[in-house]
């Protein structure tokens, strides 16, 4: 009469997976999320409430430290899911059969609740209160309580707040492990309460550093017209399915982000039957009565206006779509959507640059992450991530040794 | 010997309510009918590990954690189940609202004890909701009371007996439903447990911890539901059916409602809200107990 | 009457001993929460004199006062976990001699009271006799009263906050917060 196991092997078939997404890694994540959408799965939004962690593509340096910590963190029963960035739609779905199976072995799940010592909390540089699970930093391990440390966290330090009132700052990070979060991106942020007081932008995962630049870093979002540049044949409609799926991937993630989750699995759900080759009547009928719940929602456009306004972007090459504020900003991809889902069957040539973000050459990412920490200064945290989910920056994009930005 | 089988049955009706909520938002979440899922999931957390996280106040974890739907329990015992509730207290609706505010202490004592950014946001998130929805929350409870002319929660639902509440007090029903949402934490409302805040307070919970922090939301949502039965709908009062079987359906037909409104709608944040409540809907709710008194005298 | 008795000294008991623990506790938390255990040990009490209305209502005010007070109390307290070394009293000789003088004198106070006795029974519903007593021809003033305050409330709080904590747009301040 083992009820524990039996428990376990019955828990087995609804796990909670928490996905990790490495740069460079876009297209598995796409295939992990379709199918974890299809197996009805729900995801977990941290460590503690997760079973699964899915990790796509090859983390490196901070953003592999980062998925050490998290897969500590998780309580046993658990399961890790490494996806490589090439693998396709049934080996995903074969990794998470296997991870099921594993989930449901009793004996290797006791064995491994028993073998490591789950969650012995570490202490962190500059941690402050928590900022727990987010954070890449190792060592520093045990409780400590040496002086104005305790349990080897710096206590909080204080700084004067808007109103001329000493109160605590923290210093906590923003990502890399975050749900709906843009793949790699950390924002090192000084924190008044939820008030961002200082932001800075990293990036986790190596591409800034020497192993971005190596072959087979692939910025999925821009294959088409990179394809096209290079001298394949590439329509029109290819490139249009590509930006379609991009927007509406993006506003999956803002819809998420603004609490819609109805909405939000419905943008996911097109996102996956547009990059599916789905036929362009059926997904033109759905999009619309998307398009039209979304843009329609009084409350959504109360949430979203004034906040996180680029007005006149004098001198930097911030794209066109990023001006204005994150309702501008879901405006255009509502619109840049049904643009582009209208030129699916153009079997032309692809001849532009105007890749979903902006023009391809331009890496426009680069530019939005440059404006990103003084958007985020003085913001609200949960007004943040809506500021960086309207600009969701793809850092495949960006160069290696363009990333650090301050506010 | 009467009441404790009423306290057995209001036990197994929340059990029943709060198991078919999740199941039902279970399935929205999914998109097809995923019944077996809260099972499954109550199942995982109860063999999965307790999460420890660095310097926690494990004493107030613990209240906060059993305090959530103990609170809720406590709030359903004023509730008539048909005719008659667990404890028909002269004072009901305020023993509702008492147990309900609760819930601000057990949220905030969560997000503070475990030591971590996001559920502490998330504890002070709730707080101010608290503030937001708290004073409209009142006086929709006491526009009820005022319209029957009594806190006894079965004199309100006796009161119904010509026309139901929420027909001649639409300001204060429709304030009453806002409120449920919040005092749940459930969908618009959901600031306090938001995607934004990595699940924001039971972001470091996990295992038994969570179970019971994910049943006590499901049954405060119930019981805030089952509460508008009483003070808005007529209580067990229909044609045909018996009245414990009327506030079922009625309960059923509100709590079906909330949770699908949490698919439909956006968060709404507390720093865009709060004017709104003050301004509009606390003068809205109190002009609405101005009518009522008005048609009482 | 000794089922009363019991729950008086009980509840008089807690109130008293969270009390004493509110300046026991070096966690800002644990103090605000022994505070409102105390303040709710102290609102039960109206229940043995049949006050359930003051009862449940002190309740409420309570739980709700006392988190907007955790709120403030963390703010402003260096350390508000208590994970440093830290002690809620100060000036120890002053208040130990303040706080003797105030119990003493309400003791005395308490000891030399002529206390009156009961007559008559208890009404059917002390809440309205009380309210009655307190306000008795007064009533409808009251009331119009208690919305003027609330009235005032709302609006001293929407002049004093024209710009709200997160709020930066229209004020002469720079992102840092800082006037300009």
Not at chain 1, 59 to 80: G, M, N, S, Y
Not at chain 1, 86 to 100: F, K, Q
Not at chain 2, 159 to 176: D, H, I, K, S, T
Not at chain 3, 162 to 175: I, K
């Amino acid at each position: 009469m083992d009820v524990s196991g039996r428990l376990l092997r019955y828990a087995a078939g609804r796990p909670r997976p928490l996905v990790v997404t490495a740069p460079h890694a876009t297209g598995v994540r796409l295939l992990a999320e379709a199918e974890i959408g299809r197996r009805g799965w729900r995801p977990a939004e941290a460590p503690a409430g997760a079973s699964l962690l899915v990790v796509c593509g090859i983390p490196e340096d901070a953003l592999a430290r980062a998925v050490r910590t998290v897969w500590h963190q998780i309580a046993a029963p658990k399961a890790f899911v490494p996806l490589s960035p090439d693998r396709t739609a049934e080996a995903v779905a074969a990794e998470l059969d296997a991870a099921v199976s594993r989930l449901a072995d009793a004996r290797a799940q006791r064995e491994e609740a028993v073998r490591v010592p789950y969650g012995e909390p570490r202490g962190r540089d500059g941690g402050g209160r928590g900022g727990a699970e987010h954070h890449g930093d190792e060592g520093h391990g045990g409780h400590e309580h040496d002086m104005g440390r305790p349990g080897g966290v710096r206590m909080a330090e204080r700084g004067p707040d808007r109103d001329g009132l000493a109160l605590d700052r923290l210093h906590v990070p923003l990502g890399p492990v975050l749900p709906y979060w843009p793949a790699g991106l950390v924002v090192e942020t000084t924190l008044q309460g939820d008030v961002i007081q200082e932001a800075e932008v990293r990036i986790a995962g190596g591409a800034a550093g020497a192993h971005g630049a190596r072959a087979g870093a692939t910025r999925f979002w821009d294959e088409p017209w990179l394809a096209a540049r290079a001298g394949w044949p590439v329509t029109r409609g290819a490139a249009a399915r590509r930006t379609a799926g991009a927007q509406l991937d993006s506003l999956a993630r803002l819809l998420a982000t603004a609490g819609w989750a109805g909405a939000a699995a419905e943008a996911r759900r097109l996102r996956d039957r547009v990059l599916g080759e789905g036929p362009r009547e059926e997904v033109v009928r759905r999009y619309d009565r998307f398009a039209r719940r979304v843009g329609r929602s009084r409350l959504l456009r109360w949430m979203l206006h004034d906040l996180g306004a680029i007005d006149a972007p004098g001198g930097t090459d911030v794209p066109g779509w990023a001006r204005g504020d994150v309702l501008d900003r879901t405006r255009h991809r509502l619109a840049g959507t049904a643009a582009a889902l209208a030129v699916l069957d153009d079997r032309s040539p692809l001849d532009d640059e105007e890749g979903p973000r902006g023009p391809v050459g331009g890496h426009p990412s680069e530019a939005l992450l440059a404006v990103l920490p003084g958007l985020l200064t003085g913001a609200e945290l949960a007004a943040a991530r809506l500021i960086v989910a309207s600009l969701d920056p793809d850092l495949d994009q960006v160069r290696p040794g363009r990333v650090t930005a301050h506010g | 010997m009467g009441e404790t089988v009423a306290a057995v049955v209001l036990l197994a009706a929340l059990a029943v309510l709060a198991a078919g909520a999740a199941a039902f938002d279970a399935s929205l979440a999914a998109g097809r009918v995923a019944i077996g899922d809260p099972l499954r999931e109550a199942a995982r957390l109860l063999v999965t590990q307790r999460r420890r996280t660095l310097l926690p106040d494990a004493p107030l974890r613990r209240i906060g954690v059993s305090g959530l739907p103990l609170v809720a329990v406590l709030a359903a015992a004023v509730l008539p189940m048909g005719e008659h509730a667990v404890a028909d207290l002269p004072v009901g609706v305020v023993w509702f609202n008492g147990m309900e505010v609760g819930v601000w202490g057990a949220l905030w004592l969560i997000g503070w004890s475990v030591n971590s950014v996001y559920p502490l946001v998330g504890g002070y998130r709730f707080l101010a909701q608290g503030l937001a929805y708290e004073l409209p929350h009142m006086f929709a409870l006491i526009s009820a009371a005022l319209g029957a002319g009594s806190l006894r929660v079965a004199d309100v639902v006796a009161a119904q007996r010509g026309l139901w509440f929420a027909v001649w007090m639409p300001v204060a029903f429709a304030v009453y439903l806002i409120s449920a949402l919040a005092m749940a934490f459930w969908g618009p409302m959901n600031q306090a447990v938001g995607p934004d805040v990595a699940g924001g307070v039971p972001a470091e919970l996990s295992g038994p911890d969570r179970l019971v922090f994910q049943a006590g939301r499901y049954t405060l949502l119930t019981v805030a539901s089952a509460a508008a039965v009483p003070l808005f709908l007529g209580g067990g009062a229909g044609p045909a059916l018996p009245p414990w079987s009327w506030t079922l359906v009625k309960t059923v037909a509100v709590l079906a409602l909330l949770v699908w409104a949490g698919h439909r709608l956006p968060t709404i944040r507390m720093d865009r809200f709060m004017a709104a409540t003050w301004l509009v809907l606390i003068p809205a709710v109190l002009l609405q107990i101005l009518v009522v008194g008005i048609v009482v005298l | 009457m000794t089922a009363q008795v019991v729950a008086f000294w009980t509840l008089a008991a807690v109130a008293v001993a969270s009390g004493v623990a509110v300046f026991v506790t070096g966690s800002m938390a644990r103090a605000t929460f022994a505070l409102l255990a105390s303040l709710l040990a102290a609102g039960l009490t109206f229940l043995l004199i049949d006050l359930q209305y003051l009862s449940f209502l002190i309740i409420v005010m309570m739980v709700m006062e006392m988190l907007i007070m955790a709120v403030y109390m963390v703010m402003y307290m260096m350390n508000p976990a208590g994970l440093m070394p830290m002690t809620m009293v100060h000036n120890r000789r002053g208040a130990v001699l303040i706080a003797s003088a105030v119990f003493v004198l309400l003791a005395v106070g308490v000891l030399l009271t002529p206390w009156p006795a009961r007559r008559g029974a208890p009404p059917p519903d002390p809440t309205r006799q009380l309210g009655l007593s307190v306000m008795g021809p007064r009533m409808l003033v009251m009331i119009v009263i208690g919305v003027a305050i609330l009235a005032t409330m709302v609006a001293a709080i929407v002049l004093a906050t024209d710009r709200g904590r997160y709020d930066r747009s229209g004020d002469e301040h720079d992102r840092w917060g800082r006037a300009t």
